[in-house]
């Protein structure tokens, strides 16, 4: 008989079609939670679960019995409870590596849109405002040559470096758990303490995985540390930023401007006080979000999950533990 495999939310057709021909497959659209019957038969059946967003921890897996394997399409993996799945035998994976410049690239246009204030001229000009010479009231600021703060550089942090080094003419400043002398070298770039690079950035771009570590990075504190001509960018995720500080920073001045890419609830409501601000530009979480870099994810993560399934290593195992005492 046929492994059961539950594709969850963001999977694409050419991953389903791979996972179909060998497994079966039963797809849902990434709404459902533990109380949809229809959801928690499946996952009371399943062998593996490839997908984006959902929560699993332990009630979610004492949901299903039979999961050997759950392979994440994204690289971020704060959605695993790796402790609860390790203690299971559940290998769990992400999708490092084929992300990394379509993120960059969207992060770095987050902060160039939020720095020349794109989206709100962009609105000026379609509404029929633009009937004589820009006033300087709606001049942006620069982004060459101006210090660029990058908060974690993992693979996706090194690329905004790059685009911001490389082709922006940028300072680069970063904070990271380790020192990365190979980012030092390529991009001339300095490590900084978190508080000091907060104090020097004209940009601080917070690329951090979450963590327990990493939940609330941003503060009161923090933002205040910020110079009040500086810009604030989000790409990693909401929880990593007190939402309440952030829109006390930038209603008070105490910071210029935020690009924010994720918030803490995704989607975010339409009357979420950072949606009401002139001075946040906002994107709904589209750091990987192109067809050719969805697609490699997928399909990475559907190598990962058919790997688990056949009792062979993944390509991106995140808990070595949990297939090592399987054996
Ligand atoms: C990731 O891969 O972690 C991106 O943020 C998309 O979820």
Same mark, same amino acid.
């Given at each position: 008989?046929? &492994?059961?495999?539950?594709?969850?939310?963001?999977?694409?057709?050419?991953?389903?079609?791979?996972?179909?021909?060998?497994?079966?497959?039963?797809?849902?659209?990434?709404?459902?939670?533990?109380?949809?019957?229809?959801?928690?038969?499946?996952?009371?059946?399943?062998?593996?679960?490839?997908?984006?967003? %959902?929560?699993?921890?332990?009630?979610?897996?004492?949901?299903?019995?039979?999961?050997?394997?759950?392979?994440?399409?994204?690289?971020?993996?704060?959605?695993?409870?790796? +402790?609860?799945?390790?203690?299971?035998?559940?290998?769990?994976?992400?999708?490092?590596?084929?992300? #990394?410049?379509?993120?960059?690239?969207?992060?770095?246009?987050?902060?160039?849109?939020?720095?020349?204030?794109?989206?709100?001229?962009?609105?000026?000009?379609?509404?029929?405002?633009?009937?004589?010479?820009?006033?300087?009231?709606?001049?942006?600021?620069?982004?060459?040559?101006?210090?660029?703060?990058?908060?974690?550089?993992?693979?996706?942090?090194?690329?905004?470096?790059?685009?911001?080094?490389?082709?922006?003419?940028? +300072?680069?400043?970063?904070?990271?758990?380790?020192?990365?002398?190979?980012?030092?070298?390529?991009?001339?770039?300095?490590?900084?303490?978190?508080?000091?690079?907060?104090?020097?950035?004209?940009?601080?771009?917070?690329?951090?995985?979450?963590?327990?570590?990493?939940?609330?990075?941003?503060?009161?504190?923090?933002?205040?540390?910020?110079?009040?001509?500086?810009?604030?960018?989000?790409?990693?995720?909401?929880?990593?930023?007190?939402?309440?500080?952030?829109?006390?920073?930038? &209603?008070?001045?105490?910071?210029?401007?935020?690009?924010?890419?994720?918030?803490?609830?995704?989607?975010?409501?339409?009357?979420?006080?950072?949606? &009401?601000?002139?001075?946040?530009?906002?994107?709904?979480?589209?750091?990987?979000?192109?067809?050719?870099?969805?697609?490699? %994810?997928?399909?990475?993560?559907? &190598?990962?999950?058919?790997?688990?399934?056949?009792?062979?290593?993944?390509? #991106?195992?995140? #808990?070595?533990?949990?297939?090592?005492? #399987?054996?």
């Amino acid at each position: 008989m046929k &492994q059961k495999v539950i594709a969850y939310g963001r999977v694409r057709e050419k991953a389903q079609e791979q996972l179909r021909e060998k497994y079966d497959l039963h797809v849902f659209s990434g709404e459902e939670d533990l109380n949809d019957k229809a959801f928690t038969e499946a996952l009371a059946e399943a062998d593996g679960i490839i997908g984006l967003g %959902m929560q699993v921890d332990a009630d979610f897996l004492a949901h299903a019995p039979k999961l050997k394997g759950i392979s994440n399409v994204s690289v971020g993996y704060d959605n695993l409870d790796l +402790e609860e799945l390790t203690k299971r035998g559940i290998a769990a994976t992400n999708t490092p590596g084929v992300l #990394n410049d379509t993120t960059a690239d969207a992060i770095f246009g987050l902060l160039l849109a939020t720095a020349r204030r794109i989206p709100e001229l962009d609105r000026y000009v379609k509404v029929g405002n633009w009937k004589s010479g820009l006033s300087d009231s709606k001049f942006g600021i620069d982004v060459h040559h101006r210090k660029l703060g990058i908060i974690g550089m993992g693979r996706i942090g090194e690329a905004i470096a790059k685009r911001g080094y490389g082709g922006f003419d940028m +300072e680069i400043l970063y904070h990271n758990r380790s020192r990365k002398p190979e980012v030092e070298e390529k991009y001339e770039a300095a490590y900084r303490e978190l508080d000091d690079l907060l104090q020097e950035a004209d940009y601080v771009c917070l690329m951090t995985p979450l963590t327990p570590d990493t939940r609330h990075l941003m503060g009161r504190e923090q933002f205040k540390r910020m110079k009040e001509d500086a810009i604030f960018v989000n790409g990693s995720r909401g929880e990593t930023v007190d939402e309440d500080a952030l829109v006390e920073a930038l &209603q008070q001045g105490e910071i210029l401007a935020a690009g924010l890419d994720v918030f803490q609830e995704e989607p975010v409501p339409a009357d979420h006080p950072l949606l &009401q601000l002139e001075n946040t530009v906002t994107t709904p979480h589209i750091g990987s979000a192109t067809d050719a870099t969805e697609d490699k %994810m997928s399909l990475l993560a559907s &190598q990962n999950l058919d790997a688990v399934l056949q009792g062979r290593r993944p390509p #991106n195992l995140l #808990n070595e533990a949990a297939m090592r005492d #399987n054996k």
